[in-house]
């Protein structure tokens, strides 16, 4: 039987992932979206819109990462003080992730809109993009370091 410490963990890891994912998935499309529009005026900034499109996608596997940071504590054995890390961890990064990809997503499409109307915004853009993700990559670290403290 499954102890309530683990599963409390468990429920923080999902959220993780989940949250993280979700996220990714919202930018992405957010981003995907606008790129669709672009392309009908500039077909030959394809490789910049695609790669303008993924960038928020990158903090689901940050969710993801999140798992291996604090798996070793996922055993029977788990304290409730352990738990209760993986626990916060799981949302606060879960959270950040779901927001910043969102918001990421935003900032990407405005620039690929930009893009195909001629306008020279990649380097900007990307600029501009990496401040949502640096939150996502502060989330990332503080869950690294949380599991370090509780192990």
């Given at each position: 039987?499954i102890?309530?410490?683990?599963?409390?963990?468990?429920v923080?890891?999902?959220?993780?992932?989940?949250?993280?994912?979700?996220?990714?998935?919202?930018g992405?499309?957010?981003?995907?979206?606008?790129?669709?529009g672009?392309?009908k005026?500039?077909?030959?900034?394809?490789?910049?819109?695609?790669?303008l499109?993924a960038?928020?996608?990158?903090?689901g596997?940050?969710g993801?990462a999140?798992?291996?940071l604090v798996?070793?504590?996922?055993?029977?054995?788990i304290?409730?003080i352990?738990a209760?890390a993986?626990?916060g961890?799981g949302?606060?990064?879960?959270?950040?992730?779901?927001?910043?990809?969102i918001?990421?997503?935003q900032v990407?499409a405005?620039?690929?809109?930009?893009?195909g109307?001629g306008?020279?915004?990649?380097?900007?853009t990307?600029?501009?993009?990496?401040?949502p993700?640096l939150?996502a990559?502060?989330?990332?670290?503080?869950?690294?370091?949380?599991g370090?403290?509780v192990a």
């Amino acid at each position: 039987m499954i102890s309530a410490n683990l599963l409390l963990a468990y429920v923080g890891v999902a959220l993780m992932i989940a949250l993280a994912g979700i996220g990714s998935a919202y930018g992405v499309t957010i981003a995907g979206n606008a790129a669709i529009g672009a392309y009908k005026k500039n077909t030959s900034a394809f490789g910049t819109y695609i790669m303008l499109t993924a960038l928020p996608g990158t903090q689901g596997l940050y969710g993801f990462a999140g798992y291996f940071l604090v798996s070793s504590l996922l055993t029977p054995e788990i304290t409730a003080i352990q738990a209760a890390a993986v626990l916060g961890s799981g949302i606060a990064l879960g959270l950040v992730g779901l927001f910043s990809s969102i918001r990421q997503g935003q900032v990407c499409a405005n620039g690929i809109v930009s893009i195909g109307q001629g306008v020279s915004a990649t380097g900007i853009t990307l600029t501009l993009a990496v401040f949502p993700e640096l939150y996502a990559i502060v989330a990332l670290a503080a869950t690294f370091m949380i599991g370090g403290a509780v192990a």
